[in-house]
Structure formats: structure tokens, C-alpha cells
Nanobody
Framework: QVQLVESGGGSVQTGGSLRVSCAVS????????MGWFRQAPGKAREGVAV???????AYADSVKGRFTISKDNARNTLYLQMNSLRPEDTAMYYC????????????????????WGQGTQVTVSS
């Protein structure tokens, strides 16, 4: 059984940085595509960034140039480096995997991501 555990969330001021992590157990992330999603109170869950088995990435327009997704296969961990944070980035951040080497189409179709972590809260104050 694949398990995903996020960590690293917290509170920062506008313009600050945070790195959230997703530790994976039960299988190796080397084989799979992975993604980060977020959900703010009263809003639908949205895709933030994805990375495929080969390391190709895709980002939501709202975070391009500010966020970077990466993975450390040796540590079996997925990361999301978030810079230049804005109040609108405030949300619960979730990592997920479709347990496939390929990214879904469209890439941010959350229904195709089968395994999810419990989330980590990121709060950005103005």
C-alpha cells in the first residue's frame, strides 16, 4: 500500500519562501509521476505542479516562475519549493500520484491521481 506524508507547511509573510515535502512509502517514486495540488477554504481543489517519471514538469499558470517541483529518488521524496509567496497561495497542499509513469491528460485531472497524502497547511499573510 502506497502512503504519502506531507510536511513543511507553515506561516510566512508575503514574499517569503517555503519548501513542502512528501515522503512516500510502500513503493518507489522513481517509477511514477507525482503531483502537488492545493485547496483553499470554500474553493475547489486545483493542480499546482506535476512531474513525470523522466523529470518533465508542468505548472499552473498562477505559480509559474515562483514554484518548483522536484523529486529525490534516493530519498523517495517529492518536494515543492515555493518562492515569492502571495496571500492567494494560502491553502492546504496535497501530494498525489496516479501510480503511473505517465501524467494524466489533462495533467491536473485530480480524478486520475489514485493516492493522496493528508495535506500540509500553508498560510501567507499580507
Amino acid at each position: 500500500q502506497v502512503q504519502l506524508v506531507e510536511s513543511g507547511g507553515g506561516s510566512v509573510q508575503t514574499g517569503g519562501s517555503l519548501r513542502v515535502s512528501c515522503a512516500v512509502s510502500g513503493d518507489t517514486i522513481r517509477k511514477y509521476s507525482m503531483g502537488w495540488f492545493r485547496q483553499a477554504p470554500g474553493k475547489a481543489r486545483e493542480g499546482v505542479a506535476v512531474i513525470d517519471r523522466s523529470g518533465h514538469t508542468a505548472y499552473a499558470d498562477s505559480v509559474k516562475g515562483r514554484f518548483t517541483i522536484s523529486k529525490d529518488n534516493a530519498r523517495n521524496t517529492l518536494y515543492l519549493q515555493m518562492n515569492s509567496l502571495r496571500p492567494e497561495d494560502t491553502a492546504m497542499y496535497y501530494c498525489a500520484t496516479p501510480l503511473s509513469s505517465l501524467l494524466p491528460s489533462p495533467v491536473f485531472d485530480s480524478t486520475q491521481f489514485r493516492y493522496w497524502g493528508q495535506g500540509t497547511q500553508v498560510t501567507v499573510s499580507s
